[in-house]
Each structure stands twice: as C-alpha cells, then as structure tokens.
Nanobody, 113 residues
Framework: QVQLVESGGGLVQPGGSLRLSCAAS??????MGWYRQPPGKQRELVAT???????NYADSVKGRFTISRDNTKNTVFLQMNDLKLEDTAVYYC?????????WGQGTRVTVSS
C-alpha cells in the first residue's frame, strides 16, 4: 500500500522560509514532486525531481524554491525561500511509480503579514 505523508506547512510572513517534507512508502518512485492549489484556482506544478536528481521548476518559483530527495528514505523536500503572498496554497506531494500516480493529503502554506 502506497502512502505519502507530508509535513512542514504553516503560516509565514512574506520573505520568510518554510521546508516541506514528504515521506513515501510502499513502492519505488521514479519521479517525486510538489504541486499546489491556491485558493479558488486549479492545482499547478511547483517542482519535480527524478530518482537520478533531474529537476524541473515552475517559472514562478525558480530561484526561490529548491527540491531535493533522499532516495534511501523515499523522501522528497521542498525548501521555500523568499515566500510571497501568491505562494499561499495547499501543497501536495506527488509520487509516480511503475504501478501508479500517488498524492499526499496536502499541507497548507499561508503567506501573510
């Protein structure tokens, strides 16, 4: 049974930082990543990383967010710096394996002064 457990969301002021973590279990995942759903909007890509370390970022977060993973622990991280009001969203962990595409339950990030 595949499980994705996210942690690290919260309330932060503009310009602040947060680090999200997602621990996956139950399979081997060739791509892991983060998506987000801002209030009233559709879910969108934030960043992905392959098991080989290749990364992809949305233009809106390039230079501010860094995705990384620990393959030994099937864990993916998202370091978010210089957070902006528009980064407010529910952030979802995603993991793709040969058998399926899996989502975490979501963790809320609120950027507010």
């Amino acid at each position: 049974q595949v499980q994705l457990v996210e942690s690290g969301g919260g309330l932060v002021q503009p310009g602040g930082s947060l680090r999200l973590s997602c621990a996956a279990s139950g399979s081997s995942f060739y791509v892991m990543g983060w998506y987000r759903q801002p209030p009233g909007k559709q879910r969108e890509l934030v960043a992905t990383i392959t098991s080989g370390g290749s990364t992809n970022y949305a233009d809106s977060v390039k230079g501010r967010f860094t995705i990384s993973r620990d393959n030994t622990k099937n864990t993916v991280f998202l370091q978010m710096n210089d957070l902006k009001l528009e980064d407010t969203a529910v952030y979802y962990c995603n993991a793709k394996s040969r058998t399926g595409n899996y989502w975490g339950q979501g963790t809320r990030v609120t950027v507010s002064s």
